[in-house]
């Protein structure tokens, strides 16, 4: 079985650009959650999708960051304008429902200059 | 006060030796507890549920504690291969998952 699928690996721009990543999540997985994960930190979530729905985004910096997930399978997460303190890897993760184990793609690691 | 909070480590243990650390959450109504290994450089993977009467899984015990409101990972017989950093994971409500910032651990030959 394919896992979760996330594009590009890396991912180095200047401050005040744009970015943005894809992931394409486990066939018939419900759910798919973007995660932002400083050096030496925990997974923080982002934003999270049941279907093609927003089910948490508490936590999203709305003036910078948006994602969306049309027709409820891939999802993109964009960027615009990018600060120094978003560098770090982003994670992209999908579960069957939103309670059981999740499973991440290998992530984005985002580095801003 | 942090939603889920893990002592950072790091926990540097020499080879066949028993680690352990604990994990506490502040939020008395949650009811679902994982522990997520994440080598370097590398996503986190499901290392085990936590169930409430507590569960082994080879040379890896985890407890819960829901009065004290915390859970731990034991690690037995501790291996080179295990050196990581294990993450607490607890889902307050009924959809939100909540990392800790995880518990370094280095085995040592």
């Known amino acids: 079985e394919a896992g979760v699928a996330q594009s590009p690996r890396y991912k180095i721009i200047e401050k005040r650009q744009s970015v943005a990543f894809w992931c394409n999540p486990i066939?018939?997985?419900?759910?798919l959650y973007w995660y932002q994960q400083i050096l030496g930190q925990g997974p923080k979530l982002l934003i999270q999708f049941q279907n093609n729905g927003v089910v948490d985004d508490s936590q999203l910096p709305k003036d910078r960051f948006s994602a969306e997930r049309l027709k409820g399978v891939d999802s993109t997460l964009k960027i615009q304008p990018a600060k120094l303190e978003d560098s770090a890897v982003y994670l992209c993760?999908?579960?069957?429902?939103?309670?059981?184990?999740?499973?991440f793609g290998e992530g984005s690691r985002l580095t801003v200059l | 006060r942090k939603e889920v909070e893990q002592d950072p480590g790091p926990f540097n243990v020499p080879e066949g030796a028993t680690v352990a650390f604990n994990c506490t959450y502040s939020?008395?109504?949650?009811?679902?507890f994982f522990w997520y290994r994440q080598d370097c450089r590398k996503e986190p993977k499901l290392l085990m549920s936590v169930y409430s009467s507590g569960n082994e899984d080879g040379r890896f015990t985890a407890q819960l504690n829901r009065a004290s409101q915390y859970i731990s990972l034991l690690i037995r017989d501790s291996k080179l291969s295990d050196s990581a950093t294990y993450l607490c994971v607890v889902n307050a409500n009924d959809y939100k998952l909540s990392f800790g910032a995880g518990t370094t651990v280095t085995v040592r030959a």
């Open positions: 993760a999908s579960s069957q429902s939103g309670y059981g184990e999740l499973f």
């Open positions: 066939s018939g997985h419900a759910t």
């Open positions: 939020n008395s109504a949650s009811q679902s």
